[in-house]
């Protein structure tokens, strides 16, 4: 039996208020992994944006709309993660960091970029091949770009953000000269806040990877053409600040962005809030794979309600729903290339993928509201006998909530198509069901339980609500 112990977390008193920065900017760290960036650069660009606001003199209202279109501006990146590796045919966590350092304005230098991304690290033909792809597919930046921009501004609007924050998401990747996406707009025709968010993304990123002076000559160069000229002077002014820049390293990045939200107007969620950001971000989960639509949310519901079965009270079903809302979060972090294979991971794609629940562990963690189910979340490809993944829990080390989620999970992911086979039918799914449960890897009382709701709902796919 592993000896590993779960982690310690303080407990929740249910019902109480939680302040929406809090939450949000823990979640970042997961849109971080997606975009393949260093975890902490949404954290970081906040900072950095909410200083421009500040120079600016922006009003308390402005300065929420640009706080919350800060912690969310890559909300739809995973939306567009499929398409990227499929094209590149390559790692959509490498390539998407390597092109955004990239001048789309300087077409030859995007076009030897593009070509040293194809393929990754496949020969010279694959290269060609991959190359010749992207070049030959219509729009297919402005494609790429409206994607994900219109499902981070949609996010906002669901989680009842103002329109400046949906707007500042949407125009995010518009540049001053007018040559950006999606719309091509061009200079003061660009929300602000939108100008404030592009600037601070690109100037968090070749801080942490190049250093203040490499980030201050992008600046430069860039003033008029992708960036406003008066928002690049704000932070070329910023040049010998250097503790200011140094402190962005720091490990108390969470306390920094949440002290920077407008007090006057400070966001807090109840119960019902949690679950609403729990179910925006289960669909950003979703959306990183054409086959994995609505997963999260079927898993969630499955769960619930056979915790309803087997007699948990309105608190723990609702634990054990988040839990299967967020249970995949950590996949975010995995290659589109491993997610979307048509065909078996071999060993190195395996040990990448098992890694998805410590990753997720690791994110819920981060969420003190969250802290009550992480451990559950992490444990659904666990079984009774040992043989699951990443830790290897076996029997009493897995409670009953471990138990439902791993048997949702596995239920949701027979019945629907994969991509190397079609999803099966509902008979043959409940089969292999029972099986593990009679081979002692799946509990069979939760097993029982799924039985009797699933004769509850005359034989049909358990649905998400």
């Known amino acids: 039996m592993s000896e590993f112990e779960p982690p310690s977390v303080a407990p929740r008193v249910a019902g109480a208020s ?14 971080d992994l997606t975009e393949g960036q260093p975890l902490g650069h949404t954290e970081r660009t906040c900072l950095i ?7 600016l003199g922006l009003s308390a209202e402005e300065r929420s709309a640009l706080y919350y279109a800060l912690l969310l501006k890559d909300a739809g990146c995973s939306s567009n ?7 590149f045919a390559a790692d959509d966590r490498a390539v998407k960091p390597a092109m955004k350092e990239v001048d789309w304005h300087q077409r030859l230098v995007l076009a030897a970029k593009t070509f040293r991304n194809a393929a990754g690290d496949a020969g010279l033909l694959q290269k060609v091949r991959a190359f010749l792809t992207i070049a030959q597919t219509e729009d297919m930046t402005k494609d790429l770009i409206a994607l994900r921009c219109d499902r981070g501004a949609l996010i906002a ?15 995010l990747d518009e540049h001053w000269c007018g040559l950006g996406y999606a719309r091509g707009l061009s200079g003061k025709d660009i929300p602000l806040l939108a100008r404030i ?14 250093g203040l002076n ?17 928002l690049a002077a704000i932070v070329a002014g910023w040049k010998q600040d250097r503790a200011w820049w140094q402190s962005l390293a720091g490990a108390d990045l969470n306390d920094r962005v949440v ?15 949690l679950d609403e950001v729990a179910r925006a971000f289960a669909d950003i989960i979703d959306a990183k794979s054409p086959y994995t639509f609505q997963h999260s949310r079927r898993v969630a519901d499955v769960s619930r309600q056979l915790a309803v079965a087997l007699g948990a009270d309105e608190e723990e079903a609702r634990r054990i729903y988040r839990a299967g809302l967020l249970h995949d979060i950590g996949k975010l972090g995995v290659s589109n290339r491993i997610l979307d294979k048509d065909g078996k991971l071999d ?51 897995l409670d009953q909530a471990a138990r439902i989620l791993a048997v949702s999970d596995i239920f949701d992911a027979l019945i629907s198509d994969r991509p190397y086979r079609a999803g099966m039918p509902i008979e043959r799914v409940m089969s292999i069901i029972s099986a593990d449960a009679e081979s002692g890897k799946l509990c069979a009382t939760v097993v029982g339980a799924l039985k009797a709701v699933q004769l509850q709902s005359s034989g049909a796919p358990l649905q998400s609500s």
Not at 18 to 31: I, K, N, P, T, Y
Not at 197 to 210: R, V
């Open 197 to 210: 968010c592009n600037l601070a993304q690109t100037a968090e990123a070749f801080h942490d990877a190049h």
């Open 157 to 171: 609007q669901r989680l009842g953000f103002p329109e400046a924050t949906s707007q500042a998401i949407y125009s």
């Open 49 to 55: 944006g909410m200083r421009i606001g500040a120079e």
């Open 259 to 273: 002290a920077e939200e407008p007090s006057a107007l400070t966001r807090t969620v109840d119960e019902e809030g």
């Open 18 to 31: 939680v302040l929406l920065s809090e939450v949000l900017s823990a979640l970042s760290h997961a849109l």
């Open 347 to 397: 060993a190195q794609e395996w040990v990448q993928m098992k890694k998805h629940p410590q990753h997720s562990l690791s994110i819920l963690l981060r969420v003190t509201a969250f802290g009550d189910f992480a451990w559950t979340a992490a444990l659904h490809h666990e079984k009774l006998d040992g043989s699951g993944y990443p830790y290897g829990l076996k029997d009493k080390q």
């Open 81 to 87: 993660a499929s398409k990227m590796a499929l094209l």
């Open 214 to 230: 490499a980030m201050l000559r992008v600046v430069k160069k860039r003033s008029g053409t992708w960036f406003d000229p008066q």
